[in-house]
Structure formats: C-alpha cells, structure tokens
C-alpha cells in the first residue's frame, strides 16, 4: 500500500471489517501522518464511548414484564371470532369472487345475477370497511387531550388489520377505473399506516399530529360521505340496479 | 443463555406465557440500551422496549431460528426505534420552523477550550457534547453507528437487520463517524 489510507479505510479497519488490514498496518508501520491520523479516529471513537447509558437496576426486567403483562393479556382473551381475524380472509375471498365473476363471464346474461349478488357481497364488506375506518378516525379525533400519555394500542391494532382490507380495495377500485373511491382509500391507506406505525401510547403532541394528519386530507368527512353512498347502493334491490363498477 | 432462549422461544409460542416472561426478563435491559443509544431519551427508550416486546409477542410465529433470538429482537427494536426517530424529527422540525439556527444548534453552546482535555474527557462536557454530536446524526446514520459501535454488529448483519443492503450501512457509517470526528475532534485534539 503505497498511497495514504482513505477515512472510510480506516473506519473499516477500526471496526476490524477490513479486507486489507494486513496492507493497513504495514503502511501504518512505516508512515508517521496515517498512524497519527488513525490515533485521532481512535480517540474521538472512543470518546463517544463516554456517552451515558442510565442504569436500569435488576427490578428493570420484573418491570417491564409487569407493564407488558396487562396488554398481553388482553390479547390473548380475543378468540376466533374477532372481526378481525375473519375480515381480510373474508374481503380477499369475496374480492376474488367478485373479479373471477368480472373477467371471466363478462358478457353472459345468465350469470347477471351471480354478478349482482357479487358486486352486492362486495357492497358490504366495503361499507364495514369504510364504518370501521371512521370509528378509529373517530376515536383518534375526539380522544380526550390529557398532560399524560393516551394509550392507542386499540385504534393501532385495528388500523393494522384495516391496512390490509384497505390494499385490497384500493387496487379493486384502480384496476376497475373508479378513481374517485380509488383516491379516497389512497388517503385513508397513508393514515391508517401512520396510525399503525404509532407507538401504543402517544403524547399530545403525537395526537395532534396524527388529527392533524387525518384533519388536512379532510379524510373523516370524505370516508363519512363514502360510506354512505356505499350504504345507500346496498340498499336498492338488486334487479333495479345497474352492473357497476365499484 | 441462547439454548435456554431458544428453549423459551419455543414454549413462548406455544402460547406459555412464563416462557415468554423468561425472554422479556433475560433483553429487557439489553433492549433498553440499545434504544436508549438510538433515541438518546429515557422516554423514547422505555417506549421502544415495552413496543418491541409487544411486537416481538404478536410476530412469534414468524420468527425464525436462523438468526438468534436477540439479533430478531434487536432488528423489531432498531426498525421501531427507527420510525420514533423520524417521527420525533418531523414534529420538531414542524415546530422549530422559524426559530433561529443559532438556537438549534447545541453544538456551538457547550465551550471547547477552556478546561484542559484530560479533565474534559470526563466531564459532563463530553458527554453532552458526544449526545449533542449524536444527536446530529440521521436516523438511518445513528442506527447503523449504534449497531455497529455499541453493540458490535457486522455490517452486512446492520444491513440485513434494517433491510438497507450492506453498502448503503456502510456509507451510513461513514457519514456518522465524518460527522462525530467534525464535533468532537475540537474535544479531543489532534493526536
């Protein structure tokens, strides 16, 4: 090695994830200005070692676990029928339905009804989506203000289990060309996946940013308007109905 | 300690509950360091060990017994630790919109010369300074030095951990330690 040794050389080496460490040191051993500069590397890393860490005393961990305990529990008392273990098995099989039903009998008058039933499956599962969308916008927007933290794991877990419904329909309305439901559940998929992203228990400051979030997109009124035309197309009798897109 | 683990790991996903106690007791503190170094609060810290252990809870089923059980922890707390990170950035960026630079900026605050380096290196000066100077880090430049500088991690396991690619872990750590040499060299002086 006969040029001096390069910064990001040197961090690999201090790290011992040099493949030339051998070269490294020879060069070192023989060249005053890379030895000097190695030591500075070395002393300023070794100074970030000084940084504090708190001490966690051996109570920490029985701690921690006693917080933990109360939510795990919680968790473990939800059974089967909870809406949403069922929810996105359910939207993909009547999502798959609906488009197996869409593409492969487009022109057939005999399977009309099939459709229609179909598009009406799909109505419903839609309209429990977008219901349950508001009530974890909903909640988020009205939740009392306090100094302390505010526990959203409830509005979290669900927002987690509505990501999935959401993906499903979105790419249903883009691909049948309805962009107006399209762009609506666009919005409500950015907002559901910061409120997913969020940690269990939010300060204020948090809170306001995620209201703030859902109050800019104007996104509870539009999935309020949504949710209504959705409930009212569910509510026609099925023969006095068009086949639509949805 | 990782055969017990991996014993614990497996009666915890069974749905013993014990067992699952017996993982949170034996990384909580490890845990809580490591979020404490990337978040650089106790509050952010304490939140990242009680999220990934929740998280940690509800993805069990989806661990696998490839990498060791704190490396799967350590990733859940650094990607969460990530995310806090970014969201805190962007809160305050919102609302130091319009406040002075020289207010931001904690780095030209803290005096560098007037007491000798020896009594420096281990005074609070230094560690303010190293917390401000790590604070001056991005996300992704923090996380990937924490890794690497705290707890040892190869830098191709960073990469994999935080789904960047070795390369782009690299050159998170360059930055990192081109950023800390610029702060606290001042500190330390030349050698």
Known sequence: ?246 | MEVEAGGAVERARSGDSDAFRLLVEQHSRAIFRLAFRMTGNEEDAEDVVQETFLRAYRQLDKYEARSSFSTWLYRIASNYSLDLIRMRKRHEDKRERGSSAEDRDILQSIPVDSPGPDRLLYGSQVKDRVNAALNELSAQERTAFVLRHFEGHSIQEIGEALGTGANATKHSIFRAVQKLRKSLEPLVGPA
């Open chain 1, 1 to 246: 090695m006969t040029s001096h040794i390069s910064e990001e050389q040197f961090v690999l080496f201090y790290y011992g994830e040099s493949a030339e460490a051998a070269g490294i040191e020879s060069h070192m051993a023989e060249c005053e200005a890379c030895r000097s500069e190695f030591r500075t590397l070395q002393l300023v890393l070794n100074t970030v070692d000084s940084a504090p860490v708190p001490e966690r005393n051996g109570e920490y961990a029985k701690a921690v676990w006693h917080r933990l305990e109360k939510q795990l529990a919680g968790r473990k008392r939800r059974g089967f029928m909870q809406w949403w273990i069922w929810a996105p098995a359910m939207a993909a099989l009547v999502l798959t339905a609906f488009l197996a039903g869409r593409w492969s009998h487009k022109n057939d008058p005999q399977v009309a009804t099939n459709q229609q039933i179909r598009e009406r499956i799909l109505l419903v599962a839609v309209g429990d989506h977008l219901e349950r969308s508001q009530m974890v916008l909903a909640e988020l927007t009205n939740a009392a203000d306090g100094k302390g933290k505010l526990d959203i794991s409830g509005e979290r877990q669900s927002a987690e289990q509505l990501l999935g419904d959401n993906r499903l329909y979105r790419q249903t309305a883009r691909s049948t060309g309805d962009t107006a439901v399209a762009s609506v559940l666009d919005d409500l998929e950015r907002v559901l996946l910061e409120i997913s992203h969020s940690p269990s228990e939010v300060s204020s400051d948090q809170l306001d940013e995620l209201r703030q979030e859902i109050e800019s997109r104007g996104l509870l009124f539009k999935v309020r308007v949504l949710g209504s035309q959705v409930r009212q197309e569910e509510s026609k009798p099925v023969s006095e109905k068009e086949i639509r897109k949805l």
